[in-house]
């Protein structure tokens, strides 16, 4: 029986990475509708008339939207290659740390990312204190997963990405070997994985683009002020 997957995304995006990562891993094959964000098509905008972005993932005509909903949708679709353990505790902590890197990680780090001077300073503090909680989480594993790459590598996956890029633009180290040093490897492992590592979104083009924001961000706070 053929199966009808579309992927809608926008090439840069962090959470559909993750969808694609997820299908790559299971070996599904999908059909890729890229949106321009600017000027969303009546298409995203009739599958995902609540939050209107993407990613959204289109199954035999019906969506889901939101990424990590996703993720757990795919993993309970298509059974090979298991993303998420089969013992429910472990289950429930997997999606604890994938919301704790949504809710805490990433919002922590953007603050690092578009503040200044003392603010910047705090944001920082907070994202080691985050970071921190994810490397007591590392010991003893290579992946989140375990041996393999599971859901929460998935869900944490931005972070061997943006990380770097957020750290080129600012001139700031976030992630230091030393003081995170199964956090840093972890996120070396994860990038070079050859799933991993062949769908990245083009560096220089992610530079420009997040430097944009910067001076977009630097910009209206100046203005505000």
Known sequence: MGEEVKLFRTWSSSFALRIVWALKIKGIEYETVFEDLSNKSPLLLQYNPVHKKVPILVHNGRPI?????????????????PLLPKDPYE?????????????????????????????????????????KFLEEEMKGKKFFGGERIGYVDLALGYLANLISIFEEIVGL????????????SWMQDFAEAPIIRDNWPP???????????????????????
Do not use: C, H
């Not at 949504?102 to 603010?119: A, Y």
């Open 65 to 81: 939207a939101e990424s990590l909903v996703i993720l757990e949708y795919i993993d309970e679709t298509w059974k090979q290659a």
């Open 91 to 131: 289950r429930a902590m997997a999606r604890f740390w994938a919301k704790f890197g949504d809710d805490k990680v990433l919002t922590s780090i953007w603050s690092v990312f578009i503040k200044q001077g003392k603010e910047q300073e705090e944001a920082l503090v907070a994202t080691m204190e985050n970071l």
């Open 173 to 184: 180290k976030i992630v230091d070997e030393e003081k995170l040093p199964l956090l840093y």
């Open 203 to 225: 560096r220089e083009k992610m530079i420009v683009k997040f430097q944009a924001l910067l001076d977009a961000a630097i910009a209206s706070s100046s203005s505000s002020s």
